[in-house]
């Protein structure tokens, strides 16, 4: 069992604590990124996970990957070249104050990459699975035919292919979104999205319900879920429901859709300490599961699990192991001390 994920990484840079920009003098450096989160994620879980992407020859692409080589994963696929590492600058919310991000990612490496970059065959080679997310083809006019080429190849070779939808309103507009995501999404055998992508990508909206306020319906998100696997024949559909009370405190579940039966995890409450990446961990617990025979209720439990316990980490990449995520789906939630 092989998995590629194909995207960005960047450069994030933070303000210590919940310090906001205007009053830091210095920043915290990481690195982070949608399809680099859950290949960081998938290889903790001890999956064999290669990473593709095109970054500078500089120390800060090379710092990039080596970081990506720390936890597991197999950067050998990696292309060189380009300018510039994308960055991303978070400020953390707190309380009634959300979090705030700024992008400084133009002309970034994987941005200007084209289609001669990548072999798409050789990528692709002994692999099972490939994942995606809509940040990449958001990119640019280039990234998004990368995208194109690289789900074809995929589908060519017999691979799962998985897309968490993930729309950044800062990145592109709706109609763009919509006009790029419907082709790729002919593609896709498993949509992961959370309870607002579908209605900011395809215009599919659950119905009494309000993600401002923190009100999810759970028979809005089977009509979404339905309407998803009805427009693009997806074999599974996956949403993560986020009820939000303040920056710091949300409640985490989920929802998965097989075509025939909904599926709804346990939900958690949880006082987060980073909640970016979320989204990035529950796909790869979905990702595990699938890969390890689950059932649809167990995988889920997984997933959801294996992205509760993010929001307690600090940076992107969710650094849990599968015996950590088995005992929180299980249902031992206390977090007493382990001894």
């Known amino acids: 069992m092989k998995v590629i994920t194909f995207g960005e990484i960047m450069l994030r840079l933070a303000p210590e604590g919940y310090l906001r920009f205007v009053q830091a003098d210095s920043y915290g450096a990481t690195y982070g990124g949608g399809e680099a989160n859950v290949a960081v994620s998938l290889a903790g879980f001890g999956v064999e996970t290669a990473y593709v992407t095109k970054l500078p020859k500089h120390e800060i692409g090379q710092a990039a990957v080596n970081k990506l080589r720390a936890f597991g994963v197999d950067t050998s696929l990696i292309v060189r070249g380009g300018d510039r590492v994308g960055i991303y600058f978070l400020e953390k919310g707190a309380s009634q104050r959300s979090s705030k991000v700024i992008y400084d990612r133009a002309h970034s490496a994987i941005a200007t990459a084209q289609e001669s970059d990548f072999d798409w065959d050789k990528i692709f080679q002994n692999a099972t699975w490939f994942h995606l997310t809509g940040i990449t083809p958001a990119l640019s006019e280039s990234a998004a035919s990368l995208c194109m080429a690289a789900c074809k190849a995929a589908r060519a070779k ?6 968490d939808l993930n729309y950044r309103a800062n990145l592109w507009s709706r109609q763009k979104a919509q006009e790029v995501m419907s082709r ?3 593609y896709v055998d498993i949509c992961v999205a959370n309870e607002e992508d579908a209605a900011d990508v395809f215009g599919i909206k659950a119905s009494e319900s309000d993600v401002t306020s923190g009100k999810i319906s759970h028979d809005g998100y089977k009509e979404v879920a339905s309407a998803l696997k009805n427009k693009f024949d997806f074999k599974q559909v996956a949403i993560t429901l986020r009820e939000s009370f303040s920056a ?5 579940s989920a929802m998965l859709y097989d075509g025939s039966n909904f599926y709804f995890s346990q939900k958690y409450g949880v006082h987060i300490v980073d909640r970016v990446g979320g989204g990035d961990s529950f796909s790869a617990g979905l990702i ?6 689950m059932e649809a209720q167990e995988k889920l439990e997984f997933a959801v699990a294996a992205s509760c316990l993010k929001h307690t980490i600090e940076g992107d990449f969710n650094f849990v192991s599968v015996d950590e995520v088995k005992k929180l789906a299980a249902g031992n939630a206390s977090g007493r001390v382990q001894r």
Do not use: A, K, R
């Open 288 to 293: 595990y599961g699938h890969l390890n025979g």
């Open 248 to 252: 710091n405190d949300n409640n985490w």
């Open 184 to 186: 790729l999404m002919e």
């Open 158 to 163: 017999g691979l799962t292919v998985s897309c």
